[in-house]
């Protein structure tokens, strides 16, 4: 059944009232029921949860054959931990048929490839799917279809029972003996753990993996011990290098520069840009050395912006420094500048997943967000963007917030440069619709501006402020006019990753691809 | 054009390609490119057009392509050429055989 | 194919970037970041043993590239090389634009070049005169002898000054206040107005020192060059701005030039404009600045 981006989603998809995407806001004003999980009392008191192998802490928690765990990817690509609660369940208690729910997995988790390809972990639900994860489900190596939703997705569909996690592990820089956590004060940090407070409430068991076990109380915690069930004291959780760089550094690459600052020119020009205005941009080069011009342009109007939300990295914690942003509300942390400032610096507060972009809830800051500035891997003529498969049809990229900031900001402004090496970025079809094109309002390339037709307001701000757009379609057929017409991909029937919109209905799916030789015709 | 040596030119750059001839009989291609899914035969058939426009018609001809235009390929196959001929430094006929 | 249109001899040319012709993730696109002319380098840019690879990077990247209205100019290797012949050959079978002569040191090292074009556009069927020629001054002969080297060739449309070589032939090293350069800047300005041509400033190496590099270009534009040699595209936008007349200096010239109109007209030769006396030796120079308005994208009226 083709859905309202065009997508044919396979009928056998479409059982227990899933459906196809609709357009935006389709769910508004349903109701759902929450599931719960099942937990056991601690009623007795207990002296301490800090049991000695992270294999006892899974027999603990009735690990059995079938389950399902998460993980948050707070310590992105410095991750050890994930893997060693795999590898303990697989060695050590022979477990089979798992199921990895992460907020985001990457090349940190190569091994758990290796148990896809063995058929011992057989689903993988996530965000974000790089490295040889992405390559063996792109290969069809799951048993089961991944289900990739964005960081707005995952806790609407755990809150719905639709992901049913039964036991969370939480990766924790410093955690007390019963399981109060808190993203800094130990010797591996992240700073904010935003995306591991939903799984902690909704896992019917909880394990929290810490190298640093510190005094009881651990406060402010980020997940509480009312919620744990087991704290197992690891050598590291992670290599620091690799969890938090050192700052992120603002691009000098030219071709960013122009087009970080056409953005901030468009912003400027819409009248969501006044004072107090609310703003979110991801670190990519483009994005990121927006907020450099965007101060220029609030310095001028003698503006300051509210607020700020998303992942958050130093030149953010700059600005809030400096008293440019009044609040900054974080997720997730980029940069040991961001993290070293989380609870610390005055008005940056840490929130949850949900809180931050869950369609489902009745607050989420994205529905309050003015602007978003992300960037694209492909965009299509409808404005759809996929930031998750490669050209080549293969799986290594993020949602991330990528969908639910789009839908819920009234200005999304996608900037990436036309074309990648050889790869037309503007394009005719996406390879995979991750956020859909209602949702997206201008694109901001190297080779020009363009205005979704949708938004004929934004067209006229930017009219009025004298800033040059064009259509694009213009834009691809100059794309392909540099890089050549690219040959169609061709895919198998098998499905091998289900794409969930924010809402939980089907966007789109990525099937297996078929194997290119140069010779066929 | 006769192949009598190895001889290469390009670079393992963005955006560019590295194109290695040797003598050989027929034309043998080795290919790999970063956006072999969607460009690999175009590049497959600029690479044999060049070669025949250069009259080549014995060479193992390896390409590897980090995302070169199609201009590039030819430049590199041309010089890679020439090389393997000494005849890369001058009197090169622009417009005639290079085009 | 990309038909370029027959070049301009004068034209604005603020700001001139240098790329390798060897590397064709700079030469495809270059042209995006507006900056008036391209100069694609054969010489220093390029290793000894790529020269030849870099002609036919140079060549396909001419005859395939839409570079718009960027002007596409190809710094040639030295006379005293063995490339610099067949640079000539590819640059105009590829019809670049123009072709600056590195090293110059005498009206002689341009009618050599000329020489060479000449017979390159035969060759190559290439209309005779087509292809312009600049000329860099690296050495103290070559400023010496500015003037005859501007004034050799029909063909020529400026000089512009290598300040690294220069500096090294000196025994000088590089001073913030450019008083290392000052003389040879002067005499170089001097020569290349007495000549009709135009005249191109060194390029600022260090692009940290953001400072420094507003401090030349404002001194640039001071001492009367009409652009400046570039190394990268985020040095476009300050030459451009500061290059660009102000909006009283356009202002002034709209009048100035409205006023003779009338003036010569009605048979006045001399008329006050807010209080100045005006003659017709103002109307060059308010002319000027409203073309270079024009072309900054400042002045919309129809003086000229």
């Known amino acids: 059944m083709k859905n309202a981006v065009?997508?044919?989603?396979?009928?056998?998809?479409?059982?227990?009232?899933?459906?196809?995407?609709?357009?935006?806001?389709?769910?508004?004003?349903?109701?759902?029921?929450?599931?719960?999980?099942?937990?056991?009392?601690?009623?007795?008191p207990q002296e301490s949860k800090v049991v000695a192998t992270i294999a006892d802490a899974l027999r603990q928690c009735n690990c059995k054959d079938g389950c399902t765990f998460s993980f948050h990817h707070h310590l992105r690509n410095g991750d050890y931990v994930a893997n060693m609660v795999i590898a303990a369940a697989v060695e050590e208690l022979g477990i089979k048929d798992i199921t990895v729910a992460a907020t985001s997995l990457g090349s940190a988790h190569d091994?758990?490839?290796?148990?896809?390809?063995?058929?011992i972990v057989t689903g993988i639900q996530t965000s974000g799917i790089r490295g040889r994860i992405g390559d063996v489900v792109s290969a069809g190596k799951l048993k089961t279809p991944a289900i990739i939703r964005s960081h707005g997705g995952r806790p609407r569909a755990i809150e719905a029972g639709?992901?049913?996690?039964?036991?969370?592990?939480?990766?924790?820089?410093?955690?007390?003996c019963v399981g109060n956590c808190r993203g800094i004060g130990g010797k591996h940090n992240c700073g904010s753990m935003g995306y591991a407070m939903?799984?902690?409430?909704y896992a019917d068991y909880v394990i929290v993996v810490t190298d640093d076990l510190v005094e009881f109380p651990n406060m402010p915690a980020s997940v509480k011990a009312i919620d744990v069930d087991a704290v197992v004291v690891v050598d590291s959780i992670?290599?620091?290098?690799k969890i938090a760089s050192a700052a992120a550094r603002i691009s000098e690459n030219p071709r960013d520069l122009m087009m970080a600052e056409n953005v901030a020119k468009v912003i400027a020009s819409t009248p969501y840009f006044k004072d107090g205005f609310s703003?979110?941009?991801?670190?990519?080069?483009?994005?990121?050395?927006?907020?450099?011009?965007?101060?220029?342009?609030?310095?001028?109007?003698?503006?300051?912006?509210?607020?700020?939300?998303?992942?958050?990295?130093?030149?953010?914690?700059?600005?809030?420094?400096?008293?440019?942003?009044?609040?900054?509300?974080?997720?997730?942390?980029?940069?040991?500048?961001?993290?070293?400032?989380?609870?610390?610096?005055?008005?940056?507060?840490?929130?949850?997943?949900?809180?931050?972009?869950?369609?489902?809830?009745?607050?989420?800051?994205?529905?309050?967000?003015?602007?978003v500035v992300l960037a694209a891997l492909e965009i299509d003529t409808d404005f759809n963007v996929n930031v998750l498969t490669g050209s080549d049809g293969v799986l290594r990229g993020a949602p991330g917030g990528h969908p639910d900031t789009a839908a819920g900001s009234k200005c999304c402004v996608i900037v990436t440069p036309l074309t990648r090496g050889r790869m037309a970025t503007v394009c005719e079809h996406v390879v995979t619709v991750t956020t859909p094109g209602d949702c997206v309002d201008v694109l901001v390339t190297d080779y020009g501006i363009a205005v979704n037709p949708l938004r004929p307001d934004l067209i006229e701000c930017l009219d009025n402020a004298g800033i040059p757009h064009v259509s694009i379609e213009s834009l691809k057929e100059k794309a392909y006019s540099l890089v050549g017409r690219p040959d169609d991909l061709q895919w198998e029937d098998k499905v091998v990753a289900i794409l969930e919109a924010r809402d939980g209905t089907i966007l789109d799916v990525v099937r297996k691809i078929k194997p290119y030789t140069v010779d066929q015709e | 054009m006769e192949i009598r040596k190895p001889a290469s030119a390009g670079t393992l750059?963005?955006?560019?390609?590295?194109?290695?001839?040797?003598?050989?009989?027929?034309?043998?291609?080795?290919?790999?490119?970063?956006?072999?899914?969607?460009?690999?035969?175009?590049?497959?058939?600029?690479?044999?057009e060049t070669l025949e426009r250069l009259d080549v018609k014995d060479a193992k001809v390896t390409v590897v392509d980090k995302g070169a235009l199609d201009c590039t390929i030819k430049a590199r196959v041309e010089c890679a050429v020439f090389r393997s001929c000494d005849k890369s430094e001058n009197n090169i006929d622009w417009g005639g055989v290079i085009r | 194919m990309i038909p370029r249109p027959k070049p301009e001899r004068f034209r604005l040319r603020r700001t001139m970037m240098f790329l390798s012709a060897q590397k064709p993730g700079l030469t495809k696109d270059a042209y995006?970041?507006?900056?008036?002319?391209?100069?694609?380098?054969?010489?220093?840019?390029?290793?000894?043993?790529?020269?030849?690879?870099?002609?036919?990077?140079?060549?396909?990247?001419?005859?395939?590239?839409?570079?718009?209205?960027?002007?596409?100019?190809?710094?040639?290797?030295?006379?005293?090389?063995?490339?610099?012949?067949?640079?000539?050959?590819?640059?105009?079978?590829g019809g670049a634009d123009g072709i600056r002569i590195a090293k110059c040191e005498s009206a002689q090292d341009v009618l050599t070049v000329e020489k060479h074009v000449e017979e390159a556009e035969k060759e190559f069927g290439v209309e005779v005169g087509r292809t312009l020629l600049m000329a860099a001054l690296e050495s103290p002969k070559g400023i010496l002898n500015a003037y005859e080297i501007c004034a050799a060739s029909p063909r020529m449309f400026g000089c512009a000054i290598s300040g690294g070589d220069f500096r090294k032939c000196m025994q000088t090293k590089f001073t913030p206040s450019g008083i290392d350069m000052l003389t040879a800047r002067g005499m170089m300005l001097i020569a290349a107005r007495a000549a009709g041509v135009q005249c191109f400033d060194t390029v600022y190496t260090n692009l940290k020192d953001e400072e420094g590099y507003r401090a030349e270009v404002m001194q640039n534009k001071e001492m009367g060059f009409d652009g400046k040699s570039l190394i990268n595209p985020k040095q476009i936008r300050l030459v451009h701005e500061l290059f660009a007349p102000t909006e009283k200096e356009i202002t002034q010239a709209e009048k100035i030039v409205r006023a003779y109109r009338e003036q010569s007209a009605a048979g006045v030769g001399v008329f006050t404009v807010d209080g100045k006396m005006i003659d017709i030796a103002f109307i060059p120079g308010a002319e000027r600045t409203l073309k270079l308005a024009r072309a900054c994208g400042l002045y919309e009226g129809d003086l000229v």
Request: net charge negative.
């Open chain 1, 6 to 44: 065009g997508r044919d989603i396979p009928d056998y998809l479409l059982t227990n009232g899933k459906e196809v995407y609709q357009g935006k806001n389709y769910m508004d004003g349903k109701y759902i029921t929450k599931a719960s999980p099942k937990t056991r009392r601690y009623e007795k």
């Open chain 1, 111 to 119: 091994v758990i490839a290796d148990y896809i390809e063995q058929g």
């Open chain 1, 279 to 371: 703003f979110q941009t991801g670190v990519g080069g483009p994005s990121l050395a927006a907020n450099l011009f965007l101060e220029k342009y609030m310095d001028e109007r003698n503006i300051k912006m509210g607020w700020a939300i998303g992942g958050i990295c130093g030149p953010m914690v700059e600005m809030l420094k400096k008293g440019k942003v009044g609040k900054v509300i974080d997720v997730q942390d980029f940069d040991l500048d961001a993290v070293n400032s989380i609870n610390q610096t005055p008005n940056h507060f840490e929130m949850s997943a949900s809180q931050y972009a869950n369609p489902a809830n009745k607050g989420a800051f994205v529905n309050k967000l003015d602007f």
């Open chain 3, 32 to 93: 995006i970041y507006g900056v008036d002319s391209i100069m694609l380098d054969l010489e220093d840019a390029v290793a000894e043993n790529q020269k030849d690879a870099a002609r036919f990077s140079l060549y396909h990247t001419l005859k395939t590239i839409d570079y718009g209205d960027t002007e596409v100019i190809v710094r040639i290797n030295g006379l005293d090389t063995p490339h610099w012949k067949e640079d000539i050959r590819v640059c105009v079978a």
């Open chain 1, 198 to 201: 939903m799984d902690a409430k």
């Open chain 2, 13 to 48: 750059e963005s955006s560019d390609a590295m194109v290695t001839v040797e003598p050989g009989t027929g034309i043998e291609l080795s290919l790999t490119s970063s956006v072999m899914n969607q460009y690999g035969r175009q590049i497959k058939k600029t690479v044999l």
């Open chain 1, 162 to 176: 639709e992901v049913h996690i039964d036991i969370a592990v939480i990766a924790a820089p410093t955690s007390d």
């Open chain 1, 238 to 241: 992670g290599d620091p290098k």
